[in-house]
């Protein structure tokens, strides 16, 4: 009965948020199934009722995080963009704040360089970037818009994202901090994606 009430305590959400921090703040060979469980204060047996090993643990993060950020992508299709933005701007501020909101999230996801789990991440990715180009796509279809037949540019539009959040996820800004930046990044993508066709 004792077991099972640790375990019922120990949930896996508190383990995946213990473990998201170590693997950032540690790495990911830096940490092991025992010391997540010493800094939940539990024995690392209570975590090896809910993940098998220390990798699945780690791709639960992954695939949790992904589907985060994805559903909240998949909201920009239900709400009007605010003003002076087109749906594709506002689908990259929601991509930008949500790198910033969420930096451990974003680092696992996109700037883990193990070898040992960058496999973990490269198929998520993948499915990450599919779902961006479709949602832009669809966008750009419904404003008839000459870049939909375009096929490099939701490339670079997913890069200049991320190279604006990996420069300033280092200074732990807020969203609203660089809101005015952000915009005008978005904004520049955008009219640069356009040129592309011009």
Do not use: W
């Not at 790495?27 to 690392?44: A, D, F, K, T, V």
């Not at 920009?76 to 749906?87: D, F, H, N, Y």
Request: proline share 3%; net charge negative; hydrophobic share 40%.
């Amino acid at each position: 009965m004792a077991r099972r009430a640790v375990e019922q305590e120990l949930s896996r959400e508190r383990i995946m948020d213990a473990a998201r921090h170590l693997f950032i703040t540690k790495g990911y060979r830096g940490i092991s199934m025992r010391s997540i469980g010493q800094h939940l204060g539990y024995s690392h047996g209570s975590l090896y009722y809910h993940f098998k090993e220390k990798a699945e643990l780690f791709y639960a993060i992954v695939v949790q995080d992904f589907n985060l950020l994805s559903q909240l992508c998949h909201q920009v299709t239900k709400q009007a963009p605010s003003e002076g933005l087109t749906k594709v701007e506002q689908l990259m501020l929601e991509f930008i704040k949500f790198g910033l909101e969420h930096p451990y999230q974003y680092e696992i996801m996109f700037m883990l360089r193990d070898e040992e789990i960058l496999s973990y991440c490269r198929n998520e990715q993948a499915k990450c970037f599919d779902m961006f180009e479709c949602l832009v796509r669809q966008f750009l279809q419904e404003e008839c818009h000459p870049l939909e037949h375009t096929p490099s540019f939701p490339l670079s539009m997913f890069l200049g994202m991320h190279g604006f959040i990996s420069f300033y996820i280092q200074d732990r800004l807020t969203f609203e901090e660089i809101l005015p930046a952000a915009v005008a990044h978005v904004k520049m993508l955008s009219q640069s994606s356009y040129r592309m066709t011009s």
